[in-house]
Structure formats: C-alpha cells, structure tokens
C-alpha cells in the first residue's frame, strides 16, 4: 500500500501571499490530520478531517483552514502569510475505527516564508 | 489529555539497551499510551502502545507499572538508526480524539558509535 503522499514538498513564500498544501490519505483512510512542526513549538495539531467534515481542531488563528474532498484527499490553506508560518507541515491518516495514535505521517511540506 | 514529561535528550552506544521513561502523573482510567519516533525532515513514526503491563513489538517494548503514572520505552541493542526524536503521548481511545495528538518535547536519543 502506497503511504501517505503530501504536495509540494518544498515551498517557498513572501509574506502576505497565501498557499495551498495536498495532502493524499493511505488508500482506505478517512481521517486525514494536520500538524505544524517549528523548533520553537514543537508538533502542534491543527485540524482533523473526516468524512469531508472537521471533526477536531487545534489553537490556530482563522489564516489556517482545511477542506477534505469525497476520496478523502485533503487540503490545507494559509492566508496572508507570515514570517512564523515557516514550518514543516505534516498530515496525518487513520482508519476510521483504528485505536487512538495509530497515524501515519507523510514526509511533510516544507514552507519557507520570506 | 495528560500531560506528559520526559527526558529531552539521552546519549547511548551501539549495541546497547536503550530505556526512556515518561511520566503522566494525570493518567485518566481510559487513557492509553504511546510512543513515536521521529527521524529528521521525516513525519512521526507509531512504534508501540499500551494501556498497562507490559507491550512487546519487533522493535520495542513497553513498561507499564501497575499506577500507570509512568512507562518507559525499550529500545533493546540500538544502533546508529535508532538516533531520532521520540514522543509520548497519553490520551482516551474512541473516534472523537483519533484525529488529534497531542505531542510533547519528545527525548532527543543520540546513538554513538
């Protein structure tokens, strides 16, 4: 089984832009999550998504939002960027009835903002 | 969910059993615990869980007391591959919180030749 895919893997950026990451469940994987890693903060949940729905959600400003589509797919944006949004961000998936921590991270989405 | 205090950094040599402890005082009954490693530039990766006693997997073990305020990961004769990050993490089964973890510092293992 193909693992979790996340696109682009690097991403570079100018405050006050705006940038969409991709995110591609194991196939079978409903829930699909969002996490943001800084050396400062550590890995810090952002949202999780399932069945298209937000089911869960961290402590990140409104600038941070998600969507998932009917394949489960899910997308994450972040609005006029800033200079501390330069992160890796990973996304997560799991099977709708797995017992809680069992994710599977992608390689993440490296975004640098200038 | 619980918070959790481990260690931030351990050093060890190859060849060696490696054991990092945590500590959740705060445990609630139907919390479990479980631990990831993390390699550079790489997501978390699930290597173990438990709920108490003792859990045994092809590439760790898990200690759990009997007050399950404390657990410690097993790392048996670790090698230059095993120098990682990795987190403990406490919190309840079901769907609600599937999605969601929580990840504290995490232990820093260096593995020395």
Known sequence: ?114 | LAKTTQPISMDSYEGQEVNITCSHNNIATNDYITWYQQFPSQGPRFIIQGYKTKVTNEVASLFIPADRKSSTLSLPRVSLSDTAVYYCLVGPHGSSNTGKLIFGQGTTLQVKP
């Open chain 1, 1 to 114: 089984k193909a693992g979790v895919t996340q696109t682009p893997r690097y991403l570079i950026k100018t405050r006050g832009q705006q940038v969409t990451l991709s995110c591609s469940p194991i196939s079978g994987h409903r829930s699909v999550s969002w996490y943001q890693q800084t050396p400062g903060q550590g890995l810090q949940f952002l949202f999780e998504y399932f069945s298209e729905t937000q089911r869960n959600k961290g402590n990140f400003p409104g600038r941070f939002s998600g969507r998932q589509f009917s394949n489960s797919r899910s997308e994450m944006n972040v609005s006029t960027l800033e200079l501390g949004d330069s992160a890796l961000y990973l996304c997560a998936s799991s099977l709708e009835t797995v017992t809680y921590n069992e994710q599977f991270f992608g390689p993440g989405t490296r975004l640098t903002v200038l």
